[in-house]
């Protein structure tokens, strides 16, 4: 995901939420970003899969090996516990800034608590820097 929205650097605001505010709300748009060519386990690559819901969201099981994916494991959203719109805010306000934003600002724009934000920022600049 992160890599998705590095290519596209300089959309606006408006841009941004155009193209991801959908994928961020709808479970199918999702779906399709994370497996364009349908489901294919990440830990044996099998394409067998069932999937049932636990908590707020639907759990991916493999067939063959019974690992379990959901739409975000695996992506730098996995352990917050963050709305998606949320953290892709975060993703296009870290990454279409020119210069370094703080944390405090960050905390600001997405209502989260300044830890959150911090964290949030961490994460991600980590994974750009990757
Ligand atoms: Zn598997």
Request: proline fraction near 3%.
């Amino acid at each position: 995901m992160i890599s998705l929205i590095q290519f596209q650097r300089g959309l606006s605001m408006a841009e941004f939420l155009e193209r991801y505010g959908s994928e961020a709300r709808c479970p199918r748009a999702r779906y399709r970003a994370r497996w364009p060519m349908g489901f294919r386990c990440p830990a044996c690559g099998d394409r067998r899969r069932s999937s049932f819901r636990r908590d707020a969201q639907t759990l991916y099981q493999c067939r063959a090996c019974q690992h379990q994916a959901t739409l975000i494991s695996g992506t730098l959203l996995q352990d917050t516990k963050l709305p998606l719109t949320t953290g892709f805010l975060a993703i296009h306000l870290l990454t279409s800034t020119k210069t370094n934003l703080a944390a405090l600002e960050l905390k600001c724009h997405l209502g989260v608590s300044y830890r959150t934000a911090w964290r949030l920022k961490h994460k991600i600049m980590q994974a750009m820097a990757a």
